[in-house]
Structure formats: structure tokens, C-alpha cells
């Protein structure tokens, strides 16, 4: 997907059809905002202050972070999140929004790989012969 990021247009297709087409950056678009990845000291106190204080937010689960959650303009709000928290933060990461962000939120599931694994390949050679599924 690397290589998709300088492209003039993309078009995210989705068993076989096409469910967006657009530039790289008004696709990123559709995520709606900055994610926002902290690790902290208490995370059920972190998510208890984040719902209370800011009940806007749209939390969402992430394995690499205690709490995570959208937000617009995520750089801008880090300061302000930082100097009022009361529960210690261990770090904060806001990265880049990524095309494969958008395929999972337009699909709903991740890109996989090229090629198939032996399962994958069976299933192929029976679509293809007119199979069972």
C-alpha cells in the first residue's frame, strides 16, 4: 500500500467491487479524525477520566494501547490532554493515517498478503470449476 500513497486515484475494492474511488488523501478522510494511542500508569482509570471529561470521544480498542481514541485535530489536543489528566501517561502516539486504515474501515477487514494460502487456493480452484464453496 506504500506505493498506493502517491497515486493520482485509488480505488478500494471489496469482493470485486469497487466501494471508493478517490485521492489518497480524501480517502484518509473517511477516518474521521486523528487516532490517538495512550499507554498509562491505570487504564481503567484512564478510560474512566477520558469518558467523563471528553464524553465526545470515540474510544476504540487497539492491543498496542491501553486507551485509545479519535479525535480531530489530535496534535492540538495532546497538549491540553497532558497538562489536565489526572492519571500518569506513560506515552502518547498519534500515527499517521494510512490507506490500510481505510480498507479496514470501509471492509472491515485487514489486506492481506499477496498470494493465497493452500486453503485459499482450493477454495480458487473450486469457484473456478463451479464448486461447492
Known amino acids: 500500500m506504500e506505493e498506493a500513497e502517491h497515486c493520482d486515484r485509488i480505488a ?3 469482493l ?3 466501494i471508493a474511488l478517490d485521492t489518497p488523501e480524501r480517502l484518509k478522510d473517511i477516518i474521521g479524525g486523528d487516532v490517538i ?3 498509562t500508569a491505570d487504564d481503567d482509570s484512564a478510560k474512566e477520566e477520558l469518558t ?3 464524553p ?3 474510544m476504540i480498542d487497539d492491543p498496542n494501547a491501553s486507551c485509545g481514541f479519535k479525535m480531530q485535530k ?3 489536543f495532546i497538549p491540553d490532554l497532558i497538562r489536565d489528566f489526572g492519571t500518569q501517561i506513560v506515552s502518547v502516539n498519534v500515527p499517521p493515517t494510512t490507506l ?3 480498507f479496514l474501515k470501509l471492509t472491515g477487514k485487514e489486506i492481506r498478503e499477496e498470494g493465497a494460502d493452500d486453503k485459499g487456493r482450493l477454495r480458487s480452484s473450486m469457484r473456478q470449476r463451479g464448486g461447492t464453496r
Open 16 to 18: 470485486g467491487n469497487i
Open 37 to 39: 494511542k495512550l499507554k
Open 12 to 14: 478500494v475494492i471489496d
Open 74 to 76: 489530535g496534535d492540538e
Open 100 to 102: 490500510d486504515d481505510v
Open 52 to 54: 467523563r471529561k471528553f
Open 56 to 58: 465526545d470521544l470515540e
